[in-house]
């Protein structure tokens, strides 16, 4: 009978148990060709570390047969069982969670079939064995056995730990940024006993949070949001303020018990190939200060450095100007006109803000933006994985983290188009209020979506708490096109329009994270490793080839021993857990035959 007809006649639990029977069996003989035919004509295996020590996705069975014949033995897979029930997919295929291990490690999979056979595939890493994090029956005992007593305290234990780092005793990593990715990935290495230090610029954890304009909140819910180990309390706020994640990030940092260096400013670094370590030069509040890490990891937000145009005549106006990254809230700019060249999320906050400040504001467009009300996406957009009514389903924190993983990029624009379309219909009236206003709307370029613009590009979208309704009813005013230049009475848009303005606010995004590569080590390194972030998607915004993956984010780098960590607090969360494997793996000498597949052609 063929896979179809057996799966056909069979419970949900027990298809999928037939099959992750035979690819456990496929796997541990090493069979390359058996493997990749239990995976249908159109198929996906996404693994995050467990088989290739890195992220990838494989499109088709050549590339799983290929990943298979060179990995399977030097990982040795086994254990490879079904977790719980089975279910049916929305597409009347079988979904289900599935365990396993290999020599090294742990991990968990969610498998989906179509006609019995795979067609997408997650793999992801757990623990590594013999390296377990210190929780549960593992936790350390905290109050001194008998023969301890009269020894140092917790207390005089970490004070020495702190003072020594970076002075008597090197950090094996070194985190570059003490935001929440920085904190986060801290924990993780913290919990793995893998010596770590986190520098930042700022006075405070959390002041990249404080420091901003005084409305800012989150954008995204709180179900969403959680920290590695610290969830938010339950009586939290679904958006949180600004200045409440500053307070928590610096509670985090204390009760994690992170070794955190701030007001400390990285100025350079460079890797010594044959030392296998990095020479970082620091100055620790006016103290200089060099460090030799094995690793280094640029934890500096998903976004590079701040992209200020440069428009003709900018050294001729006669108000002020800065980028949105030091706009720091609108009580200075009562009565005065304001224009904001921008209309992505940190246009219209800063928008908002000047106009209760009582500005006269106008919003610069000069590209569409995707705009969705926030109600509609915390039903239609995180709702059924990340939401109160997920919580009370069973659909912790971490489930939700996987299968949201479990879904290949490749796929995903077709299943989020139909879903867009239902918003854009749900709506209408608002969308109409918009366009009514002259504002230029999108769904994305191929009609996929927010989430698509996100890993594309990391910009060119609203999600709406409140600035749209301002625009709609012409509190904020609105101008399109171009901008030609800066004139010094104001903005001149290509069509020969003159803004008059006070003050311009140039909300004109950030660039790559390699950005940050080029100005702490040097423009070669940063060549070499290419963009961060983005999918390659082929659209015309970004025609870079296809990878499957986000470019260089939390896996290996072209230059040795350098990582990349960013992205909103959910990414930040979840692949942090893999990053933090990655870097206690080398710590302990463990082997990482990372897998690169061959280009597409």
Request: glycine fraction near 12%; proline fraction near 5%.
């Amino acid at each position: 009978m063929s896979h179809a007809e057996i799966t056909g006649i069979m419970p949900a639990t027990a298809a999928l148990q037939h099959w992750v029977e035979r690819f456990g069996a496929a796997l541990a003989a090493g069979d390359a060709r058996g493997t990749a035919a239990l995976f249908g004509a159109e198929c996906y295996w996404r693994d995050l570390v467990a088989f290739t020590w890195t992220l990838c996705t494989l499109e088709g069975r050549e590339a799983i047969g290929a990943m298979v014949a060179r990995q399977a033995g030097l990982v040795r897979p086994a254990a490879i069982a079904v977790e719980g029930e089975a279910k049916q997919g929305v597409d009347g295929g079988i979904e289900g969670w599935m365990t396993f291990e290999t020599a090294t490690m742990r991990g968990r999979g969610y498998v989906r079939l179509r006609d019995g056979l795979c067609w997408t595939l997650l793999t992801a890493a757990r623990e590594l064995k013999g390296f377990e994090e210190r929780e549960g029956h593992r936790r350390e005992r905290g109050a001194p056995s008998p023969d301890e007593r009269g020894g140092p305290s917790w207390l005089e234990r970490r004070q020495r730990q702190s003072e020594a780092l970076g002075r008597s005793e090197q950090p094996e990593v070194l985190i570059v940024g003490g935001g929440q990715g920085g904190l986060g990935l801290g924990a993780r290495l913290k919990r793995l006993g893998v010596p770590t230090l986190i520098v930042d610029t700022h006075d405070r954890p959390g002041d990249n949070w404080r420091k901003r304009y005084k409305s800012l909140c989150l954008h995204d819910p709180v179900w969403y949001d959680h920290m590695p180990y610290l969830p938010f309390p339950a009586h939290w706020p679904v958006f949180t303020p600004k200045d409440k994640l500053g307070d928590w990030l610096e509670m985090y940092a204390t009760v994690m018990e992170l070794d955190c260096w701030n007001r400390t400013r990285c100025t350079h670094a460079a890797f010594d190939d044959a030392a296998g370590r990095w020479t970082v030069t620091l100055d620790r509040d006016g103290e200089a200060v060099t460090l030799h890490p094995r690793q280094l990891v640029l934890a500096t937000g998903m976004a590079g450095l701040p992209q200020l145009p440069s428009f003709p005549g900018m050294e001729t106006f006669r108000g002020q100007q800065h980028h949105s990254s030091r706009h720091a809230g609108g009580g200075n700019y009562r009565g005065q006109r304001v224009v904001v060249i921008g209309a992505n999320n940190s246009a219209h906050d800063i928008c908002a803000d000047l106009w209760e400040h009582g500005a006269e504001v106008t919003m610069v467009q000069r590209s569409s933006t995707l705009v969705v009300r926030t109600d509609t996406m915390l039903r239609r957009g995180w709702g059924a994985l990340y939401s109160e009514e997920a919580t009370e389903a069973g659909i912790d924190t971490d489930t939700a983290d996987l299968l949201a993983a479990s879904m290949p990029y490749r796929v995903q624009p077709a299943l989020q188009r139909p879903v867009w379309d239902d918003i854009a219909q749900e709506d209408a009236p608002f969308y109409d209020r918009l366009r009514a206003a002259g504002f230029l709307l999108d769904f994305g370029e191929d009609g996929s979506g927010l989430s698509q613009k996100y890993l594309r590009r990391g910009s060119g979208y609203y999600i709406d708490v409140g600035t749209s309704e301002l625009i709609a009813a012409g509190h904020i005013k609105l101008a399109q096109g171009a901008v030609d230049a800066i004139v010094p009475e104001g903005v001149r848009l290509a069509d020969g329009t003159v803004l008059p303005a006070d003050v311009i606010i140039y909300a004109t995004g950030y660039g790559s994270m390699n950005g940050w590569a080029e100005l702490l080590i040097s423009k070669e390194v940063a060549d070499r490793v290419g963009p961060c972030w983005g999918l390659g998607s082929g659209t015309t915004r970004d025609p870079g080839p296809w990878q499957g993956e986000l470019r260089n984010m939390w896996k290996p780098t072209a230059q040795l021993n350098l990582w990349f960590h960013g992205g909103n607090l959910a990414q930040s969360r979840h692949y942090s857990r893999y990053l933090a494997l990655q870097l206690k793996a080398r710590f302990e000498g463990m082997a990482t035959p990372v897998y690169e597949p061959a280009p597409e052609a």
